[in-house]
C-alpha cells in the first residue's frame, strides 16, 4: 500500500474553477518518503482574486512553470493515478477530489477513482483504492470536534512550522526562511505528511 499526501491550488471554488498545482509527498506502509510531485497545471480559467491572495500563482507563474501541460497531462502521466493500491490523504478530502475530478470532466477526461471513503488507515491487511479525510480527524484530535487549519493541526500534533521548514529543504534543497503561511502545494504536502506521521498510532489500525 502507497499513501498519497496531496494538496491542490486552484483558480477558485466554482463549479467551473480548475486545479493549477498538485502537489503530493508519496511514501510507504512504513511511512517511508518514496518521492513527490510537485506540478503546476495551466489552466484557461481566470484565477479568482481570493484564490490569489491565498497561493500567489498568476498567469505569468503557469506560463513559465506548467511547461503548457494542463492537469490532465499530470494526470495521465504520473503513475500514482494508475496504482492499484494507494490511500489518497489530504486536508478536506470533498474538496480536493472534487477540485481534481470537475477539472478533468469538465475538459471532457475521465474523472480520477480516490476509491472508498475511510476513517481509519490501513496497511499490509488492506488493499485497493482508498481515500481519507485527515481534516476530519484532526478537528476530533486537536479541535475539540471543530475544523481547524492544517498548520494549527501539525503544530498540536508535534510538528511545528520550523520543523516543516527544515523537512521541506532538506527534501527540496530550497530554503524559505520567510514563509509565513501555508499556503504552497508541496510545503502543504509537506505539513501533511508531518501530521499524519505524528499521529499514525492514532489513525493506523492494521
Known sequence: MLYCMFDTETTGTTARDEVIQFSA????ENLGIVHSIN????SVQPIHPQAYEAHRIDKQ????????KFFEDIVRTESIFQEPDVTFISYNIAFDTRMCNQTLMNNGHYPINFGDRVSVLRSRTKTGKYSFDMMRIAG???GNGYNIPLQTAATRAGFSLEDAKRA??????????TRTHTHDGLFDAFLLFGLVSKTKGLIFHG
Not at 39 to 42: S, V, W
Not at 168 to 177: L, V
Open 25 to 28: 509527498i508519496i511514501a510507504n
Open 61 to 68: 507563474m503557469l506560463i513559465e512553470r506548467s511547461e503548457q
Open 39 to 42: 506540478k503546476y497545471c495551466n
Open 140 to 142: 476530533q484530535l486537536f
Open 168 to 177: 521541506f529543504s532538506n527534501y527540496t534543497g530550497f530554503s524559505d526562511n
